[in-house]
């Protein structure tokens, strides 16, 4: 049987001779749907992205609250682990805990992170 399947190949005149009737793709055409998987990869990404999907997968025990750039590539993030509300910093190079947060973050306004956190670091400055 084995031996027999390019016996059956070869006896298919399209499959024996493939450039025979089968005008091969133009540069053009090739460019263009080249271009058309590369731009579907890019889109399916970016909707990747910005969906919640890859958070649920992740299990949802840890996700970052709020974000707040201190430099060219540093940053303070709120991460929620469990219950707790974490500081940390980071860097290229590594991740440092900085804080444990007492009074957890409104994680309905990210964006005033950096007044939250003005009037945390203030509070604790206090006692």
Do not use: Q, T, W
């Given at each position: 049987m084995i031996r027999a399947f390019p016996l059956l190949l070869f006896s298919l005149p399209a499959l024996a001779n493939p450039g025979a009737g089968v005008n091969p793709p133009s540069l053009t055409s090739w460019?263009?749907?080249?271009?058309?998987?590369?731009?579907l990869i890019l889109v399916l990404g970016f909707l990747l992205k910005k969906s919640k999907i890859a958070t649920v997968m992740g299990g949802g025990q840890m996700r970052v609250i709020a974000s707040l750039p201190v430099g060219y590539k540093e940053k303070l993030l709120v991460v929620k682990v469990g219950e707790q509300q974490l500081l940390i910093g980071v860097t290229p190079q590594q991740v440092?805990?900085?804080?444990?947060?007492?009074?957890?973050?409104?994680?309905s306004q990210p964006q005033a992170f950096s007044q939250q956190l003005g009037k945390?670091?203030?509070?604790?400055?206090k006692n």
């Open positions: 460019l263009l749907s080249s271009l058309m998987v590369i731009g440092n805990f900085l804080y444990r947060l007492e009074a957890p973050l409104d994680e945390l670091m203030g509070k604790h400055e």
